[in-house]
């Protein structure tokens, strides 16, 4: 099940979506984004915490056709990161 994390539609001019309003009690947001966050036990093994092989499948599906990155030196400007990797 993919959620969409656009920000809610509207008829007027379109407001920036804010991640803090996931934190907050705006219901109204949440319910015409679809977002919602449900509390939840985790499980943990050797201090480590378990992530249900469900979850980890939704989250492949989801991102499979992503990909992100982080340059260490010099910022490259996005059209020719863009551009080498059409290439690729």
Same mark, same amino acid.
């Given at each position: 099940?993919?959620?969409?994390?656009?920000?809610?539609?509207?008829?007027?001019?379109? $407001?920036?979506?804010?991640?803090?309003?996931?934190? $907050?009690?705006?219901?109204?947001?949440?319910?015409?984004?679809?977002?919602?966050?449900?509390?939840?036990?985790?499980?943990?093994?050797?201090?480590?915490?378990?992530?249900?092989?469900?979850?980890?499948?939704?989250?492949?599906?989801?991102?499979?056709?992503?990909?992100?990155?982080?340059?260490?030196?010099?910022?490259?400007?996005?059209?020719?990161?863009?551009?080498?990797?059409?290439?690729?």
């Amino acid at each position: 099940m993919a959620t969409s994390l656009a920000p809610p539609q509207s008829s007027s001019s379109p $407001q920036p979506f804010r991640w803090s309003s996931l934190f $907050q009690n705006d219901k109204s947001i949440l319910a015409s984004s679809n977002l919602a966050l449900e509390p939840c036990s985790p499980s943990f093994e050797e201090g480590a915490a378990v992530v249900p092989q469900d979850v980890i499948d939704v989250g492949i599906a989801e991102w499979e056709d992503m990909l992100i990155g982080f340059f260490l030196d010099k910022r490259m400007s996005f059209p020719f990161v863009k551009n080498a990797l059409e290439k690729i």
